[in-house]
């Protein structure tokens, strides 16, 4: 006793470990003890009372004893019957080791066939039985059996199904005709399946999704040898035709599923079914932290690739399992490129991290119409065990693969040159790699005003929200003040990081110029006054030598001062330089008799001469100016 109790306990311990470790689907059975130990369908989702149909599953009969008659000796393997109809019916499972189909209809035609081999020959068996018209045809082992070949079976109202018990109203306590032994992968399907789609004996198990499949019960969500507190065991297919296990408080209690033995509870099949099985598994992107799921990427981001159940986990890869993986950019429309295991088992087995490769870049980006590509990931799971092969392929997943933004910037027109107090409206555009946004892409640009480095003011409204030229002023013109001002545009493009670029113009203040007078620094003559009473007119004696000062060098503002002459009569506009870095400016020897030895040649004639300051703008490429003028 005291083994059988450690025995049993490890096996416990096995199945938990087994169940969490993460490989997907382990291959479990039901333990059925021979006594009120059964599974009830009511109503069949998805099925016709009188409707074709074919019933399959693996089974392992561990009865002993009764006679070769079914007479209350019929162990029920499964059966189907009528809700409140004892008369319609129809049951498979053995008489004494003899294989064996019973069917009565709802006219009192029946019939009772058996087969001669005993089936208690400690081995599984898989078991197709399909109900076409009138015929039923009994497949054993993937081989017809002629022996339980039965026709003529008319109105079958079917409505509630069983497995290991009895299924008509009348079926109460019915000893020894529930099944003893073990079931796994129990298939009903609303169709009558021909022999070459018969699946029974596949070692691949299904995907649930099958056209025609109505139930699948798989007997793996339990622990094997385990405490199990669950009443039903799930349905595979998206119908949810749910069993609902008997309840443990008949008497005798129906199953405990709790018994470290195995009986009466889930158990490790060992039926030929392989595992482990990659059925309904999905792709999981994220990054490589694994933190965050993802649907875009930019261009060469690394990328977590992850095959995970359809609980979420993350599967495992079992005794015989390779991974082969694929990419297309028209999602497998046409055949896609397969991607080979590269350095770093880089795209292999069922969960990895990719750094940069073309798998996960985007060659377009130099000049993408849209920005993006949308690639889709396939990987193709197989599991092999020497004699049998299955593949899963998994389903695909969509990957969006985002263009960095490059060669941006911001151009401006006018660029100026600009002064204070011009009247402008400035058309700027950003260009860059990336499309002009539109519906159908992720593109976005956002613009900012700044002016002369202050906060950057954001522009925003039909006008300019993803515009690649804007108008600035909009429907008027600009009163133009020193400073600067800046145009920001900022791009962005789905996963990729944004980009933001500026292009700023310079306005410049207005030249502001102060005075000039006649002044007698040192021991110069003074200048005298016109007669004329113009008071920017003076007069002097030819040969003598004066001066013109700035009446206040400091109301001389934002300009370089130049000092400039002109011969009024003989040269008129056209000034001459004589420099800026003097508040105050030597006239020279002014008209004499001899005009070599004057500083300036005074052309014959002339009697006058015109002095002024003309302020010029600090940026030498604008044309503000300002000028005082004098003689």
């Not at 005003?449 to 300019?464: A, D, M, R, Y």
């Amino acid at each position: 006793m005291r083994t059988n109790i450690y025995s049993g306990l490890s096996r416990v311990l096995l199945a938990l470990l087994f169940c969490c470790n993460g490989l997907f689907a382990q291959n479990d059975a039901l333990h059925f003890d021979g006594d009120n130990d059964y599974i009830t369908l009511q109503p069949i989702q998805g099925f016709s009372p009188n409707a074709d149909f074919t019933v399959e599953g693996w089974f392992y009969s561990t009865a002993t004893g009764g006679g070769v008659s079914c007479v209350a000796n019929f162990k029920r393997l499964f059966s189907f019957a009528a809700v409140g109809n004892p008369g319609s019916q129809f049951d498979v499972g053995e008489c004494g080791g003899f294989l064996s189909v019973f069917w009565s209809d709802a006219f009192g035609n029946s019939d009772l066939k058996q087969m001669g081999t005993s089936i208690r020959d400690n081995q599984w068996h898989c078991i197709s039985v399909v109900r076409s018209g009138t015929n039923v045809t009994v497949y054993l082992d993937g081989n017809v059996v002629p022996a339980l070949a039965s026709t003529g079976a008319g109105q079958f109202n079917l409505e509630r199904f069983h497995v290991g018990h009895w299924a008509s109203v009348i079926a109460q306590n019915t000893p020894n005709q529930d099944w003893t032994g073990y079931v796994d992968e129990v298939k009903l399907w609303a169709t009558a399946l021909p022999p070459a789609s018969l699946t029974a004996c596949n070692p691949c198990v299904l995907k649930g999704s099958e056209p025609g499949l109505v139930a699948y019960w798989q007997f793996d969500e339990g622990i094997a040898y385990g405490f199990n507190t669950n009443t039903l065991t799930p349905d595979a297919t998206p119908i949810g035709n749910n069993g609902v296990f008997s309840s443990p408080t008949l008497t005798p209690p129906g199953f405990g599923l709790t018994n470290p033995t195995g009986l009466s509870n889930y158990i490790t099949s060992t039926a030929p079914v392989l595992y482990p099985q990659y059925n309904n598994t999905s792709l999981l992107l994220s990054d490589p932290l694994q933190t965050t799921p993802i649907t875009s990427i930019c261009s060469g981001d690394a990328v977590h690739f992850s095959i995970i159940d359809p609980n979420g986990n993350p599967s495992q890869a079992g005794a015989g399992t390779s991974v082969q993986w694929y990419y297309s950019d028209d999602c497998f429309n046409t055949p896609g490129t397969f991607i080979p295991p590269g350095p770093g088992a880089l795209f292999s087995g069922l969960s990895f991290v990719s750094p940069p490769v073309p798998a996960i870049t985007n060659p377009n980006c130099a000049n993408s119409p849209t920005g993006f590509i949308d690639r889709c990931y396939q990987a193709v799971v197989t599991v092999t065990n020497g004699q049998s092969t299955c593949t899963y392929t998994v389903t695909s997943l969509p990957l969006r693969i985002c263009c960095p933004i490059q060669n941006a910037q911001v151009n401006v027109s006018p660029m100026g040159p600009f002064c204070e107090g011009d009247m402008e409206q400035f058309t700027v555009s950003v260009s860059s790699n990336m499309p002009a946004p539109n519906a159908n892409n992720n593109v976005h640009i956002s613009w900012c005003v700044i002016h002369n480095g202050g906060t950057p003011i954001p522009l925003t409204g039909f006008l300019f929200d993803d515009q690649p030229t804007i108008t600035y002023t909009g429907f008027g013109l600009l009163t133009l003040v020193p400073g600067t001002i800046c145009f920001q545009a900022k791009i962005s493009n789905c996963a990729c990081p944004s980009v933001t670029v500026q292009k700023c113009v310079t306005i410049d203040p207005r030249p502001v110029c102060g005075s000039i007078t006649g002044s007698s620094p040192g021991n110069l003559i003074n200048l005298m006054p016109d007669p004329d009473n113009n008071p920017d007119h003076y007069i002097i004696c030819p040969g003598n030598d004066a001066a013109i000062e700035m009446v206040n060098p400091a109301l001389f503002l934002n300009c370089n001062p130049v000092w400039q002459f002109m011969y009024p009569n003989t040269q008129p506009g056209f000034w001459h330089d004589m420099g800026g870095s003097n508040s105050n400016q030597n006239t020279g020897i002014l008209p004499h008799s001899q005009p070599m030895i004057s500083p300036y040649m005074w052309p014959a004639g002339e009697h006058c001469i015109m002095y002024r300051i003309e302020c010029q703008a600090l940026n030498p490429n604008s044309a503000a100016h300002r000028v005082i003028l004098m003689s």
